[in-house]
């Protein structure tokens, strides 16, 4: 399974951004799809994920500002980001999951990765 992820760039606090994530390869058969994100400096941290049912959840740093979605017949996942703040810079990561049979918030449950989206939201 690969992972790529586009839709990064530049953009002014308060502004939105839509990330795509693509899967290709052999079919994703895990519990679902994440996004994370590094920010300079930090360590990778969970934001969003979704499951095979279309439950969400997401990181309370961003709840009512990012939706995730995700279209099976495309095989893509998408983060809408708004209302983006300059904290929300970094470098933003497609996941899947791969190391339990449920959805979890931990990177080392998630094998599959993409190479990432720079984000990066000025003031």
């Known amino acids: 399974v690969q992972l790529v992820e586009s839709g990064g760039g530049s953009v002014q606090s308060g502004g939105s951004l839509r990330l795509s994530c693509a899967t290709s390869?052999?079919?994703?058969?895990?519990?679902?799809l994440g996004w994370f994100r590094q920010a300079p400096g930090q360590e990778r941290e969970w934001v969003a994920h979704?499951?095979?049912?279309?439950?969400?959840k997401y990181a309370d740093s961003v709840k009512g500002r990012f939706t995730i979605s995700q279209d099976k017949a495309k095989r893509k996942m998408y983060l809408q980001l708004s209302s983006l703040k300059p904290e929300g810079t970094g470098m933003y990561y497609c996941?899947?999951?791969?190391?339990?049979?449920?959805?979890?918030?931990?990177?080392?449950?998630?094998?599959?990765w993409g190479q990432g989206t720079q984000v990066t939201v000025s003031s």
């Open positions: 996941a899947g999951a791969s190391g339990a049979p449920i959805c979890t918030v931990l990177e080392v449950d998630f094998g599959y």
């Open positions: 390869g052999d079919t994703y058969s895990g519990p679902c």
């Open positions: 979704i499951d095979n049912d279309g439950m969400t």
